[in-house]
């Protein structure tokens, strides 16, 4: 059974930083894209950012560019979200994806069941 499992979340003041980890199992992915989403009350979710496999290609949404940083480690089959200088509008529930295409949320076959992200202004 695959699961990916969210964990780091929390409530932060704006201008903090929190760092937010995935860490998947019952099976590899390793060749996978994987992925960052978030969804805020009342609205859709959205892309956050996503990284291949080998992490040459990395792709962030605009909002989050210059401020947050996705990485992965493939012998421990998790990736991460580094998030600094957090803003109000950053509120939301933070969800792990895992092979799919680039941005879109329906592309992607494997998702976490989501970690609580609120800032505080």
């Known amino acids: 059974q695959v699961q990916l499992v969210e964990s780091g979340g929390g409530l932060v003041q704006a201008g903090g930083s929190l760092r937010l980890s995935c860490a998947a199992s019952?099976?590899?992915?390793?060749?996978?894209?994987m992925g960052w989403f978030r969804q805020a009350p009342g609205k859709e979710r959205e892309f956050v950012a996503a990284?291949?496999?080998?992490?040459?290609?990395?792709d962030y949404a605009d909002s989050v560019k210059g401020r947050f940083t996705i990485s992965r480690d493939n012998a421990k089959n998790t990736i991460y979200l580094q998030m600094n200088s957090l803003r109000p509008e950053d509120t939301a529930v933070y969800y792990c994806?895992?092979?799919?295409?680039?941005?879109?949320?329906?592309?992607?076959?494997?998702w976490g069941q989501g970690t609580q992200v609120t800032v505080s202004s």
């Open positions: 019952g099976r590899t992915f390793r060749r996978s894209v």
């Open positions: 990284i291949t496999w080998s992490g040459l290609n990395i």
């Open positions: 994806a895992a092979d799919g295409v680039g941005t879109i949320p329906a592309s992607y076959n494997y």
